[in-house]
């Protein structure tokens, strides 16, 4: 099982971004997929997930004002669309399933494979 996170790069605030998870090895929509990110000097913290059954769920709820999940099961991929981006979004951004996982979780220790990262990078 590989992922691989791509979309990601420098943005000025106010501006959108979409990031996109790709594997091999596993076919994504019979999973939970989510989102992390872990900005300079802090942990990594769950942004958002998708579960098996299409379902997106936000941490917090609040995110969903900025960020959408969805899923590509013709390209088998998960994408995170970004929009009005902040400062406060600049952070390495990871994918991660697991093949136990159906539902969604923030818990960053459930997800036993992860995408390599993908900088974003929000500034003017």
């Known amino acids: 099982v590989q992922l691989q996170a791509s979309g990601g790069g420098l943005v000025q605030p106010g501006g959108s971004l979409r990031l996109s998870c790709a594997a091999s090895?596993?076919?994504?929509?019979?999973?939970?997929v989510a989102w992390f990110r872990q900005a300079p000097g802090r942990g990594r913290v769950g942004i958002s997930c998708?579960?098996?059954?299409?379902?997106?769920?936000y941490y917090p709820d609040s995110r969903m004002l900025r960020f959408t999940i969805s899923r590509d099961n013709v390209k088998n991929t998960v994408d995170l669309e970004m929009k009005s981006l902040e400062t406060e979004d600049t952070a390495v951004y990871y994918c991660?399933?697991?093949?136990?996982?159906?539902?969604?979780?923030?818990?960053?220790?459930?997800?036993?494979?992860w995408g390599q990262g993908t900088q974003v990078t929000v500034s003017s």
């Open positions: 998708i579960n098996s059954s299409g379902r997106p769920q």
């Open positions: 090895g596993v076919t994504l929509s019979n999973y939970a």
């Open positions: 991660a399933t697991d093949l136990r996982a159906e539902t969604c979780t923030d818990y960053d220790g459930l997800y036993g494979y």
